[in-house]
Each structure stands twice: as C-alpha cells, then as structure tokens.
C-alpha cells in the first residue's frame, strides 16, 4: 500500500524565526529588520503572513515613539495583510495576532494622537507560537 503523496510542510523562514523572539522580547525595530528579511526571501504567498507581522511590530514601534499617523497606517495595512491567512499559520496564532491588533488599533484611535504617550504597553501583545 502507497502513502499518499501529501505537500511538502512549509519551512519557516530562519531570519522570520528570529524576528518572532524579537517581537515577543519587545524589541521591535530589530524584529522588522529580520522580517522584511524573510518577506523578500520567500517567493510564496507566506510572505506576506511576514509583512503582516511586521507591520505590526512596526505599529508598536511608532507607539512607543508617539508618532500617531505611522502607528495608524501600520495596522490598518497589517489587518489587509493578515486577513487571508487561516488561524494558525507559519507557527503563528494568526487570528490572535489580529484580535491583538485590533484591539491596538481601538485603543490608538481612543487616544488620538494628542494623548498617544498615554498608551498602555502592556498592550503590545507577544505573538502566540503554537507548534
């Protein structure tokens, strides 16, 4: 009896990898760096479940830097990236990440941008990584 032929697992990208423990550890600058490495590496569709990722990491970065306009522009661009991915993909909890980024949006318009400085980090929610 033959096993079925099956698609090959889908590799996570070694530089994506490392930019998931960036943004988990806050350090989200450096987590965009190692993404936007992954996004023009991989050549399928998975690419963008990348640039979904680090744009939001990149939101977080222009909240923490107050600029209003930068952090608004990142998430509504994520949530178009993220969109057509299935709950969970390439490790990550997509649909976390998007209730997560949501919920930053929400509060980010609240504020507005006179009272930015006055967002809570505790907010800025780690990637759930599901094996």
């Known amino acids: 009896?033959?096993?079925?032929l099956s698609d090959p697992p889908i590799l996570i990208h070694p530089n994506a990898k490392h930019g998931y423990v960036l943004f988990n550890q806050?350090?989200?600058?450096?987590a965009h760096e190692e993404l936007e490495?992954?996004?023009r590496a991989e050549k399928s569709p998975y690419r963008e479940l990348y640039r979904g990722v680090l744009q939001v990491g990149v939101a977080y970065f222009h909240i923490q830097r107050g600029?209003?306009?930068?952090?608004?522009?990142?998430?509504?661009?994520?949530?178009g990236w993220l969109e057509p991915f299935p709950d969970i993909c390439l490790g990550i909890n997509v649909n976390q990440l998007k209730i997560d980024a949501l919920r930053t949006y929400t509060l980010l318009i609240e504020l507005g941008s006179e009272r930015i400085h006055q967002f809570?980090?505790?907010y800025f929610r780690p990637l759930e990584m599901v094996s």
């Open 1 to 4: 009896m033959h096993q079925p």
């Open 26 to 30: 806050g350090q989200y600058f450096d």
């Open 37 to 39: 490495i992954a996004w």
């Open 67 to 79: 600029n209003y306009s930068g952090a608004k522009k990142m998430l509504e661009r994520a949530a």
């Open 120 to 122: 809570n980090p505790v």
